[in-house]
């Protein structure tokens, strides 16, 4: 049965570093790994988008190992306007299976 | 204004209703999406379009009902309520390329509650 796997919640503060782990199991060859940002009352945002390897844009970094059964989602020097639930999305053949979330707090 | 809009924003309603929740997009995207977000937990596909006149289930399919006869409009429709149906319902819409291989844009959400 295919399921996407994070942590609970994570707790960090300003200026550090976050890393946020997503376990998958069975991925489909050729489905990307999402990672999706939700604030209380609003739908999800698109934070960035992988398949294998590591990807950077301006305000994250994703790193996917070579058998593709994981990814790690990194948010370098993190603001309290960073605090939300954080959600890796992976394809499985025709099912879109969005992650448990992981609710990360920012203290000053 | 471009984007993604939904209606109503919130509904009550009773068990044994029908309930239609609209999803609106100016992009002209292809893929479109229906989305479940109980309280505390995370998001589960309903049902999924390709295309106008495509549909397909996702995780959750079974008491609800779409259709997309236009590109831009996809409804969803409860045809029976129930009050395990209470929920926020998130529409998106990507462009094509696959339905986990781009960004997906999701609206505001639509509270709905059951009794």
């Known amino acids: 049965l295919a399921k996407t796997t994070q942590p609970v919640s994570m707790d960090s503060y300003e200026g550090q570093e976050v890393n946020i782990t997503c376990s998958h199991n069975?991925?489909?060859?050729?489905?990307?790994i999402t990672w999706y940002q939700q604030f209380p009352s609003q739908g999800p945002r698109f934070i960035i988008q992988?398949?294998?390897t590591k990807v950077t844009n301006e305000v994250a970094s994703l790193f996917i190992p070579a058998d593709r059964k994981s990814s790690t989602l990194s948010l370098p020097r993190v603001s309290l306007s960073d605090t939300a639930v954080y959600y890796c999305?992976?394809?499985?053949?025709?099912?879109?299976?969005f992650g448990t979330g992981t609710r990360l707090q920012v203290f000053p | 204004d471009a984007g993604i809009t939904q209606s109503p924003r919130y509904k009550i309603t009773e068990t044994g209703r029908q309930v239609t929740l609209m999803c609106h997009q100016t992009?002209?995207?292809?893929?479109m999406f229906w989305y479940r977000q109980d309280l505390g937990h995370g998001l589960r596909l309903i049902y999924y379009?390709?295309?106008?006149?495509?549909?397909d289930k996702g995780e959750v399919p079974d008491g609800y009902v779409v259709s997309r006869s236009k590109t831009e409009n996809f409804p969803l429709t409860l045809e029976s309520a129930t009050r395990s149906q209470t929920s926020v319902y998130f529409c998106?819409?990507?462009?094509?390329?696959?339905?986990?291989?781009?960004?997906?844009?999701f609206g505001p959400g639509t509270r709905l509650t059951v009794l």
């Open positions: 379009s390709a295309a106008a006149d495509i549909t």
């Open positions: 992009w002209s995207h292809s893929y």
């Open positions: 999305l992976v394809g499985y053949t025709d099912k879109l299976i």
């Open positions: 998106a819409s990507s462009e094509p390329g696959g339905a986990s291989s781009n960004e997906q844009f």
């Open positions: 069975n991925i489909a060859t050729n489905d990307y």
């Open positions: 992988g398949y294998k």
